[in-house]
């Protein structure tokens, strides 16, 4: 009967250390994974806090660890962008962590204000978003940012692959005549239908699957700059 106590006690403990690492705001977690005990704990809650394969490749090249107080600082303003980025409509946003273990934040917008099938033309409303959006990136020049399009499984491999980047194109292109400095986007990646987030056998499964996602992480002036503070 100890021993059952004990398990229990033990289990209990260790859901909520999860919980409250998954709970922790941007802030809080831009600190604990810019030190060094932070970053050895970073592989054990990293797929809580969203680290998956694709943000792990995503940030810039700095070659040096991230201080926790630079991480602290750089982690509040993702929560500001984050914050406005989730008040437009039709974009869902998640924070992550980047390849320097420090806050960045993928943006999502799902085929309801992007593209129908088979097509890479922004229609009205997803052009309404994006100027939105882009207010968001004019005023935090330092963040830079990735494009990936993305496509549902209708047609063969090639077209899904030109139609994919032509659609990360024509976001990335819509932000640049919105203000947004071409300098600040550092890549428009094409992706196919490799990386579904729905079973592309329904048609709400594929219409998920037609989207764009970009990645705001910090850039080497934004880390130089947060270190100086």
Known sequence: MRHSNIFAVLLLSTGLVLQGCSSLNNTAKGGLFGSGAGAALGAGVGVLIGKDAKSAAIGAAIGTAVGATTGAIIGKQMDKAAEKAAAIEGAKVEGITDANN?????????????????????NATSKDALTKFSKILIDNPTMDVVVYGHTDNTGSLAVNQKLSKER??????????????????KDVVGKDFSEPIADNSTKAGQAANRRVEVYLYASEAMIKEAESK
């Open 102 to 122: 420090l806050q960045a934040v993928r943006v999502t917008f799902d085929s309801g204000i992007l593209f129908a099938t088979g097509k890479s033309a922004l």
């Open 168 to 185: 990360a194109q024509a976001v990335a292109d819509f932000l640049i005549s919105k203000g947004v400095t071409a300098s600040q986007i």
